[in-house]
T-cell receptor
Framework: AQSVTQLDSQVPVFEEAPVELRCNYS??????LFWYVQYPNQGLQLLLK??????LVESINGFEAEFNKSQTSFHLRKPSVHISDTAEYFC??????????FGRGTSLIVHP | EAGVAQSPRYKIIEKRQSVAFWCNPISGHATLYWYQQILGQGPKLLIQ????????DSQLPKDRFSAERLKGVDSTLKIQPAKLEDSAVYLC??????????????FGSGTQLSVL
């Protein structure tokens, strides 16, 4: 069985500040890890994913996540957030099952 | 490229009524998923189709939920009769298929169902 834990339901932060959204997973087999983002009134869209190779993966809009096998984590970070980053962020894992299992989501709220 | 289309956007019904949701995936995508997202929770898979065949429906409450994907293109998810706990956003997603566990899912905007 596989599962995902996103400990923070909401993360408020001021514009231009750094942010980290935490994600821990459990799986009995090797995993593929994803971050999806849902902007207001839009569908979920893939932000970045880890399949293999370098443990640090980056998105086109400045987010990055690092796969840490020993800590079973895949935290999402951005050094300086913008108002437009306000959204719901979902961590997901696929391992034993081909179908991604999603965490409950973290609401990132960026204040001016 | 057109995205995943879902309708209706919102639906309000009373308990014990029936409701249907429609999804049209991205053209050429073989795999189609229906997810249920209850407020405060992550999306939970209800059913996965590969072309017009069911791959996984282990979490679909089959006594009240049904889904079909005729001709391997668009799909309909039905609830009959609805219960209060069915209030949720119903998400449809599609993927090209055949790319294994790392495949990217493309989501529609969802249908928000309120059961009163």
């Amino acid at each position: 069985a596989q599962s995902v834990t996103q400990l923070d339901s909401q993360v408020p932060v001021f514009e231009e500040a750094p942010v980290e959204l935490r994600c821990n997973y459990s799986s009995s087999v090797s995993v593929y890890l994803f971050w999806y983002v849902q902007y207001p009134n839009q569908g979920l869209q893939l932000l970045l994913k880890y399949l293999s190779g370098s443990t640090l993966v980056e998105s086109i809009n400045g987010f990055e996540a690092e796969f840490n096998k020993s800590q079973t984590s895949f935290h999402l970070r951005k050094p300086s957030v913008h108002i437009s980053d306000t959204a719901e962020y979902f961590c997901a894992v696929s391992g034993g099952s081909y179908i991604p299992t999603f965490g409950r989501g973290t609401s990132l709220i960026v204040h001016p | 490229e057109a995205g995943v289309a879902q309708s209706p956007r919102y639906k309000i019904i009373e308990k014990r009524q029936s409701v249907a949701f429609w999804c049209n995936p991205i053209s050429g995508h073989a795999t189609l998923y229906w997810y249920q997202q209850i407020l405060g929770q992550g999306p939970k898979l209800l059913i996965q189709f590969q072309n017009n065949g069911v791959v996984d429906d282990s979490q679909l409450p089959k006594d009240r939920f049904s889904a079909e994907r005729l001709k391997g293109v668009d799909s309909t998810l039905k609830i009959q009769p609805a219960k209060l706990e069915d209030s949720a956003v119903y998400l449809c997603a599609s993927s090209p298929g055949g790319q294994g566990k790392g495949e990217k899912l493309f989501f529609g905007s969802g249908t928000q169902l309120s059961v009163l």
